[in-house]
């Protein structure tokens, strides 16, 4: 796992999820720095996505509960186990101070931090 940039653990993830999924579900919240996927034999995996900007982190972290390939996944900033995952008892969006944001390296889809949020709340809706 790479030691730079903002990750996320991805757990409760389907055994049949690969990284080009995980890449192609997490490549509207930011640019991706790596892609870490651990299998657990046939019973399911977890990964750990790494970002190169925090914007990038926060908008994934909104996308907890959605599904990927066939099953919901819990989205959560890696290093903060004290963060709860439960589907049914969270808030939909929490209010969270405001943040700088400064000029970012362009993604493969040049989406600004707004836009990636808007995908965010798109895929978690369907």
């Not at 046939?42 to 959605?66: D, H, I, N, R």
């Amino acid at each position: 796992m790479s030691g730079t940039g903002y990750t996320v653990e991805v757990t409760n993830l389907s055994s049949s999820a690969s990284e080009n999924d995980l890449h192609e579900f997490f490549s509207f919240s930011g640019p991706i720095e790596h892609i870490d996927l651990i299998r657990s034999g046939g019973y399911g995996s977890t990964a750990y996505v790494t970002f190169k900007e925090p914007y990038a982190l926060e908008t994934a972290v909104l996308l907890s509960g959605a599904t990927i390939v066939d099953q919901p996944v819990c989205i959560s900033r890696w290093g903060q186990p004290d963060e709860p995952c439960n589907f049914w008892d969270r808030p939909t969006w929490q209010v969270e101070e405001e943040i700088e944001y400064r000029d970012y390296q362009s993604c493969q889809f040049n989406a600004t931090p707004q836009e990636a949020l808007t995908v965010a709340q798109d895929v978690v809706k369907t």
